[in-house]
C-alpha cells in the first residue's frame, strides 16, 4: 500500500532508524542499546527483550521491573509460527473478596501489600528463555547488573514519578516505607544527571544470573518475598511463589481491511483492540487518508466506549471463569455494536466497573533470522503497590487492585486467580504479499486504558491512513476514559496538536474533551518495528529492519 505523509504531524524531531540484522524498540534509550548488544552478541530476539526489560526494571522502575507482570507474542523464524507467554501473576491462595471485604475495605486499595498479586515476570523470563535463548543469564542481564551497581543518570522521567508517588506511598505504607530508602534516600529530589545506584537491586538480579530465573521463586528469595508481604498485610505464603507458573498459549487475532492483527488473548486486553477494531472497520475511513478528521475520531471514540462496556462485562482469567472470544472478535457481533453508534452525538456510556490508570513499558526486538518479540511488562500505577523490599531492591506491582469485590463481577477476586490485565502486545501481518508470511509490523503501547485505543490509532493510520511507522507513532493522540475510578468513560484525553477545529468539532459533538501538552507521555508510547521487504531473514536476502521510538518517551530505536 503506498504510505503518505499526515499534513498534521511535525516530523523533524522523531529518529526513525533503518538496518539490516535487527533491531530494538523501547522507552529508554539504555535499554535499546543493552539488546542491540545481545543481538551483536550472537543473542536470540528473547535473549534481547528479556536484557531491555531487566534494564528498564533499573532504569525506569516506576513503570516496570521484577516485581512486575509481563505478555509475550513471539514469533519463531525456524517454526514458521507465532506463540503467547502469560507471565501475569496470580492471587495468593489466601486472598479473597470475601476476605479483604471484611477487613472493611468496599474495593482493593491501590497501594500496599493488600495491592499485590505474586510477580510473574522473571517465571516468564526463565519459560521464554529456555525455550528459546543461546546466550548465557550472565550475558543476558549483564548491562541491568552494571547499571544498577554502578549507576545511572536521573533523568527528566524518573525524577518527576519519584515525587509524583512518594506523598502516595507515604499516605498508604508511612515515612519509614522501603520506598523513601531505594528511590529518595536523600530526603530531596533527584538532580538531573545525579548518578542513581540500586546496589540491593543489582545483588538479585546477580543471583538471577548465577541460580537462575526460577531462583526468584524456588530459592531464599522467595522465601523473604513471601515473608515481606506476610508481614505487610497480604494473606501468601512461600507456596504461592514456589507454585506460579506461566501460560504457553495461542494468539488471537481479526483482520483489519487485509491486514491481519493478533494479540494475547485474555486475562489480557488484547481481546478489546480486536474488538474495536472490528467495529471500526464497519465505517468507511476519510477518502483522502486524513485519520485525524474529527468524524473518524468520534467513531473511534464511540467504538472505545463500546469495547470497554465488553471488556468489563466479560474479562478475566478463562481459567476461572468463560471469556466468550469468539463472540467478542465475530465480525456480525462487530457489525451489531456499529449500528449503535450515532455518527453525531457522542453516547453515555455505562460506568467502568474497573479503575483506569497505567504504568507500563512496551520493548519489541526483530533479529537477524526474523525472529520478533512483542512484549509488555508492568507495575501497573507509578512504582506499583509502593512496596518496596530494601533487602532484595525489588518493588511490587499493584495488580491485585484490578481485582473486584463484587461477587457477582466477572473479575472478582479469587484464591489463585489471574486478574484482567490492560497489558497487550501486538503483531501485524500482511499474508501472501511475498514477504515470507512473517510478521509486517511488531507494535505495541503502555498506557492503561487508552492501549486498545492507541493500538487501534496505530493500526488506522498504517492501514486507514497509508502512512510510514515514524508518522503513524508520532501522529497527535487521543483516547477515551472515565474522570476517575468508577465513572463513565466519557473523558477524552487530546494532544493540542491536531489541526484546527478538529478537538472543538469533538465537543461540538458533544464530548468532554482534555487538552495534554504536546507528545503527553500519559497518552502512551507506542513503539514499532516494521520489516521492510520481509526483514532481516527474507528469501532473496533483500530485506530490512525501520524502527522508531514513541517521542513521548525517552527510547531511542537501536538497529545494525
Known sequence: MPERASRAVPLGPVPLARGRHGAVVAPHHLATEAGLGILRAGGHAVDAAIAANAVLGVVEPNACGIGGDAFWLIWDSDGQAQLALNGSGRAPAGMSAEAVRSMGHATLPLRGALAVAIPGA???????????????????????????????????????????????????????????????????????????????????????????????YDSDIADRQSATLRRLGLACDVADFRSHTSTWTDPISTTYRGVRVTTHPPNSSGVVALELLNILEGFEPPSDGTVADPAWIHLGIEAAKLA??????????????????????????????????????????????????????????????????????????????????????????????????????????????????????????RDGDGTGGGPWIVAGSMGGDAQPQIHAQLVSALVDGGVDIRTAVSAPRWFVEPERHFAPPTEVRAEPRFEPGVLEALEAMGHRVTRTGPFDARLGHEHAIQLVGGGPAAPDQEGSVAAVTDPRSAGLPAVW
Open 308 to 429: 470497554m462496556a465488553d471488556r468489563d462485562a466479560f474479562l478475566t482469567d478463562p481459567a476461572a471463569r468463560d471469556v466468550p472470544v469468539e463472540r467478542l472478535v465475530d465480525k456480525d457481533y462487530a457489525a451489531e455494536l456499529a449500528a449503535r453508534i450515532d455518527r453525531r452525538r457522542a453516547s453515555s456510556p455505562p460506568v467502568a466497573t474497573n479503575p483506569p490508570g497505567g504504568g507500563t513499558i512496551y520493548l519489541a526486538v526483530v533479529d537477524g533470522e526474523g525472529n520478533a518479540v512483542s512484549l509488555i511488562e508492568s507495575n501497573y500505577m507509578g512504582f506499583g503497590s509502593g512496596v518496596v523490599d530494601p533487602g532484595t531492591g525489588i518493588h511490587y506491582q499493584n495488580r491485585g487492585s484490578y481485582f473486584s469485590l463484587d461477587p457477582d463481577h466477572p473479575n472478582v477476586l479469587e484464591p489463585g486467580k489471574r486478574t484482567l490485565h490492560t497489558l497487550m502486545p501486538g503483531m501485524l501481518f
Open 122 to 216: 522473571v517465571r516468564s523470563w526463565a519459560d521464554a528463555h529456555r525455550r528459546f535463548g543461546r546466550l548465557p543469564r550472565e550475558t543476558v542481564l549483564a548491562p541491568a547488573i552494571e547499571l544498577a551497581s554502578h549507576g545511572f543518570p536521573a533523568w527528566d522521567g524518573f525524577i518527576d514519578s519519584v515525587e509524583r508517588t512518594a506523598p502516595l506511598v507515604e499516605a498508604a505504607l508511612g515515612r519509614d516505607a522501603g520506598f523513601f530508602s531505594i528511590y529518595r534516600p536523600a530526603g530531596r529530589p533527584w538532580r538531573p544527571g545525579e548518578v542513581i545506584r540500586l546496589p540491593a537491586l543489582a545483588a538479585t538480579l546477580g543471583r538471577l544470573a548465577d541460580e537462575g530465573f526460577d531462583a526468584f
